[in-house]
């Protein structure tokens, strides 16, 4: 009788969630177990009422770049995975961002035609999304339960958010503590099967960041790589990697691996590996490289050993000696920092769909404009570890190298992108040369050769002027990215805070600050030689600074004195440039704009009132 009584005793946490539910219109009044926990913490932990929880707070630009140069080294790993995954599924209008242990949106990437749209739910660069402050979400519930979470539609708590779809999965570091979240999110209805495969898809993303950021934090260890396929073949995300000490003992393991083998992570270390999966042979007469068998209670997995990076071969130890080359070399892709804004990230993006569909692509700009680091920064992404990046500087060829000798020489693995710096000053027999080479791979993008093409000029021109063959013109004009100048960046003062920090601390000066004159000349200064005349000027200035400030008389005098004689409507062309740059981002959205720039709403209509009357004049 009590057992008949109970079960009709209905839970009241379960009657006002079903009683939410029936008012949206979910007549079954069912939510997935994961999702109706945390509902239930929003109603008795949190005291959230549906149609009252509040939007979420935003970080500013300063902000967001602190929370990236914490982590800088996580950033660099996730950061191409994050542009990858954006790539993917641009066309089927989702949102990708990385998000931090606090739930902030710190990588945001997005089809500018939908900012607005998720705007109006509070979905923008810098947004947290802590379920305690927000409620159900993907973002939010995936930190607190620590696993991939999908929340659909009705199924978030708060009422302003319940046309979206987020599609989340965490990213474990040390120790299984979460070192972000991968989010993607959707106003667009999709059914259950749509969200189970980019779910998916989320999900692999998550372990291929998580496994680039145990090799790179494990880079100085052993490394075992363990897969159930065979080695080679495996997605990275599919990887369990363990890194080993000078004994061949477990120091740290993945979470992949864990899964593998099904047991905790902490469980492992410690423990000799040799012993661990049965070996019948010291870990240390293991060829690094080659395909090994490992048996694991009974079961049989394959493996690969990776040395340390300091004991890994040097590049000029696996080709043959020869002459040095200064024109042509290998790129070392770490060696230049590329400073990402809003704008710079969609050309960025861009430039790497282009290039992975195998199209050629050209970088142009002003001289200074950092047409090289953006190259570099897209075979990265695109070619990733596993690729070559040869780089060849067309105003150190000799007439006497061989180019497509070289090139042929260099070209060795299966997976190589060419980076042509200063093409617009090619002579015509290299470029003859160039030509061949290209022609002899028609399908190069396909076979894993890709080009990028760096120039000032549009190659165009450079054909109409008779300075580079017409047919070299059209075999490269696969796509073009035009860098723009330093002062129509639309977070200009960003980008001089910024270099400042890395310019005073690469010269052990991290006590120094500019002062307020300074600041406001390297503001309004037009830099006409771009990100490296900038950089010129902060490293002048820090190197004449005495003490802990920078004033006007440790400037380039030249800068101090053509500011001197700008006027203010010289500076106020200056400012109109920069609004218009972040309008345009911001498909002419002036809410987002003014939270961009970090001015008021009102602030900007009246900034942009007084260009409009200055152009009426």
Known sequence: MWETELRGFADPLSSEISNILRSRGEADGRLP????????????????LPDAVPKAAVLSHSEIQMLMEQREEFMRIAEPEVERLFRRLVDS???????????????FRCDYQYLSELAESGVIPGSIWAEDQQGT????????????????????YGSAIQRLTCLTAPVLGRNGAIDSVINVTTARHADARMNRMVQNIVERSARRIENGYFARMNRRNLMLRIVDGGVGV??????????LDENGKVTSASSVTSRILGQDAGKLAGRSVEELFEMDQSIFDVRPGAPITLHYHGRSLQAALCLPESRQPTRNSLVPARPATPALGMVDLAEEALRINP???????????LLSA??????????????????????????GEDGQIVFIDCASLQSRDDLAALLQHRISAQRTCLLVDRIDEMDGEHQTALLAVLENDRQAGANGIGVIVISAQDLEHLARENLMRVDLVHRLKGGQIGLPPLRSAPDLEDTILDLFRIERDALGRPEVELDEDSRLVLLHYHWPGN?????????????????????LEHLPDNIVEEIARKDLTARSQSEASKIEAALRYNGGNVSLTARYLGVSRATLYRKIQIQKARGEA
Not at 358 to 383: D, H, M, N
């Open 33 to 48: 177990d994961v999702v109706e926990q945390s509902w239930k913490r929003c109603l008795t932990d949190y005291n959230l």
């Open 93 to 107: 209008e989702y949102l990708v961002s990385l998000a931090s242990p606090q739930g902030a949106m710190v990588l």
């Open 137 to 156: 979400n993907g973002v939010g519930t995936c930190l607190r339960v620590g696993k991939p979470v999908t929340i659909a539609g009705t199924e978030h």
């Open 234 to 243: 495996a997605d990275i995300a599919e990887e369990g990697r363990l890194a």
């Open 343 to 353: 704008i710079l990230s969609q050309s960025l993006d861009r430039a790497q769909r």
């Open 358 to 383: 195998g199209l050629p692509l050209a970088i142009t700009g002003e001289p200074g404009s950092g047409k090289t680091a953006f190259a570099k920064a897209v075979a990265r992404c695109c070619f």
């Open 531 to 551: 990100l490296r005349e900038l950089r010129n000027t902060l490293r002048h200035a820090v190197a004449l600074a005495d003490g802990k400030q920078i004033g």
